[in-house]
């Protein structure tokens, strides 16, 4: 509801009419008379009592409540914020001599190149070089170089790293000389905002006792932030007819969602789905994007530097595009331009090899491979 407020001085204008107008021979209101300190100090108390009111709407609705108190009305219905998400991602343990064998304890932390994003090596079976019983990474003899999944220790989106950004041992590993990560972190995601919050809340409301293409996306959505989806009915995943099956396509940002995230979006879905249904939960064929151009540069511009922020942007925006969503070659070359005042020109831009749109279907996503600036 609405709540028609009045600022200071009209509390008072409206006092000092309201009186004379039943005692017109009280003239006395100049600054520093009783009447006037009166007045003032009564609509001090309606302020006071007015900034009461405007908390308690507030704090009362999940459309005006903000923080701790939209956490406290939605967690009467059962619902909590999500919280942030810590990007993980796969670097490359390599070393110079490669005769003895060598491991990578669980625990182990790798960083930049200024130290501001430090990551930790953790379990990961799907990793060939992971060994569950040193509870390690191990590089045989002769392996020069391993994939090891590692975590970043913040969780959000201050996690996420560009391609070779992940470069310094934080600490010695005997037998291991550097790191580096081939492809960008781009899976780290904030806590979930207030708007979100709000939305999510106003499709929770909606799915209840529901099941319903709303009621399971919710229950998608609710797993963690920064997941999407998409949901295909009444026909399997190669596009055959099938009645009473359905499948979910759900990805985390990264182009390739790890198997316990999608085993726990298949239990969401399962609790929302309707009875006598069958459903598969997978996750999006990751597409890679190849990306060459060269830029031109004006004078008092470090073309290195230019380049660098063209290729980081660029980057960036192919990693943000969701399921299904195609790759525009002329946007490309603007996002190259936008990338910074020094850029005055982009010449062979080709993606995967041509000067084509790429596009995706709804279960694949596109996701930033080589992009070569010159």
Same mark, same amino acid.
């Given at each position: ?21 039943k ?9 520093g ?73 669980? %625990? ?19 990793q ?24 970043a ?6 996690g996420?790293? %560009? ?5 310094q =041992? ?26 979100? =919050? ?7 409301? %909606? ?15 609710g797993?963690?932030?920064? &997941? ?26 990264? %182009? ?5 995230l &999608?085993?726990t ?23 890679n ?26 980057t ?18 603007q ?9 005055t ?15 995706a ?14």
């Open positions: 509801m609405s709540l028609n407020t009045l600022d200071f001085t009209t509390l008072v204008r409206n006092q000092v009419a309201a009186i004379q107008g005692a017109s021979q009280l003239i006395g209101f100049s600054v008379s009783v009447l006037r300190a009166m007045v003032e100090t009564n609509a001090a108390v309606v302020l006071w009592l007015q900034s009461l009111i405007l908390q308690v709407l507030t704090t009362t609705r999940a459309a005006t409540s903000i923080g701790a108190d939209l956490d406290s009305f939605v967690n009467d219905y059962g619902m909590t914020r999500l919280p942030a998400i810590a990007a993980i991602g796969t670097v490359a343990f390599s070393r110079f001599t490669a005769t003895q064998q060598a491991t990578v304890p669980i %625990g182990a932390q790798v960083q930049t190149a200024d130290g501001s994003q430090v990551f930790s090596v953790i379990a990961d079976s799907a060939s070089a992971y060994n569950s019983t040193l509870n390690a990474y191990v590089a045989a003899g002769g392996i020069a170089s391993i994939n090891v999944t590692v975590q220790i913040l969780p959000g989106s201050g996420n790293a %560009g391609i070779g950004a992940i470069s =041992l934080a600490s010695s590993i005997p037998g291991i000389d550097t790191v580096t990560n081939a492809t960008a972190f781009s899976n780290g995601v904030d806590a979930e905002t207030d708007i979100a =919050l709000r939305a999510r809340f106003v499709a929770f409301l %909606g799915s209840l006792s529901k099941a319903t293409k709303t009621a399971i996306g919710n229950a998608v959505l797993v963690q932030a920064g &997941l999407t989806y998409a949901l295909v009915e009444n026909q399997d995943f190669n596009g055959t007819p099938d009645n009473g099956y359905f499948y979910v396509i759900v990805d985390d940002g990264s %182009g390739n969602p790890p198997s316990p &999608l085993s979006v298949s239990n969401a879905v399962d609790a929302a789905r309707p009875v006598g249904t069958r459903f598969n939960v997978f996750g999006p064929t990751r597409v994007v190849t990306v060459i151009a060269t830029i031109a540069t004006s004078a008092g511009f470090t073309h290195a530097t230019v380049v660098s922020l063209v290729t980081t942007a660029i960036n925006y192919i990693n943000s595009l969701t399921m299904g969503q195609a790759l525009s070659y002329t946007r490309l070359a996002i190259a331009f936008d990338a910074s005042p020094g850029v020109n982009v010449t062979g831009l080709q993606i995967n090899g041509g000067n084509a749109d790429i596009t279907t709804a279960q694949q996503v596109l996701r930033a491979g080589t992009v070569t600036i010159s």
